[in-house]
């Protein structure tokens, strides 16, 4: 067979293995500039809200093979905000996350399991304040738009878990948590 052949042969091959869907995996990092980690807790009469934006990371993504992924997110917990200044003083104490001491909160994937095409489960260990738990994210990931995917993640988490138990006449127990995260393409 001619050189030709076989040139034409692996491209072929070359582009049909790159397709969306193929089998194997695509890395991606966080968008450090639009990520963000929101969180929402009950109070009495009212709920208390925070974000952090201090989000990066990186993700492995397989969409003919969900399981093959994986996810690997570091928040910067000194980027946290509440919607006023006493209650982000606390949030930033030693009661709750003592971001002077732990100036980091860190995710690890250990599973992925679609629902659909678009909605997965993934499980894995979150370390807040140096106490590491595990935790299940319902996320859904949009596919690809200009190499770009969105993701959109939440769960559901008890404070307590993770050493915070400052205040519990009225701070629940449960803390509500969103992940907002544009996936870029890695280079």
């Known amino acids: ?9 692996a491209a072929a091959l070359l582009g049909l293995l ?3 869907g193929s089998a194997h995996a695509a890395p991606y990092v966080f968008d450090s500039k639009r990520g963000e980690v929101l969180f ?7 709920s208390g809200k925070g974000r952090f934006t201090g989000v990066t990371g990186k993700a492995e993504v ?10 690997d997110v570091v928040i910067d917990a000194r980027t946290l905000r509440a919607s006023d200044s006493l209650s982000q003083s606390e949030l930033r104490g030693s009661s709750f996350f003592a971001v002077a001491k732990y100036p980091t909160m860190h995710f690890k994937s250990r599973s992925i399991r679609a629902k659909s095409t678009s909605s997965y ?28 995917r969105q993701m959109r993640a939440t769960t559901r988490i008890r404070r307590s878990d ?3 138990t400052a205040y519990g006449f009225l701070v629940g127990e449960t803390v509500d948590i969103e992940i907002r995260a544009p996936l870029i393409p890695a280079r």
């Not at 067979?1 to 042969?9: E, K, T, V």
């Not at 319902?138 to 770009?148: F, S």
Request: glycine residues 10%.
């Open 18 to 20: 790159l397709q969306p």
């Open 62 to 71: 397989n969409d003919a093979a969900p399981e093959k992924g994986n996810v």
């Open 40 to 46: 929402a807790y009950s109070l009495p009469f009212s």
């Open 1 to 9: 067979m001619s050189a030709h052949f076989h040139a034409l042969f």
């Open 162 to 164: 993770f050493g915070m």
């Open 121 to 148: 489960e993934i499980a894995g260990d979150m370390t807040v304040k140096g106490i590491t738990r595990p935790i299940v994210l319902h996320a859904e990931l949009q596919p690809p738009n200009g190499g770009a």
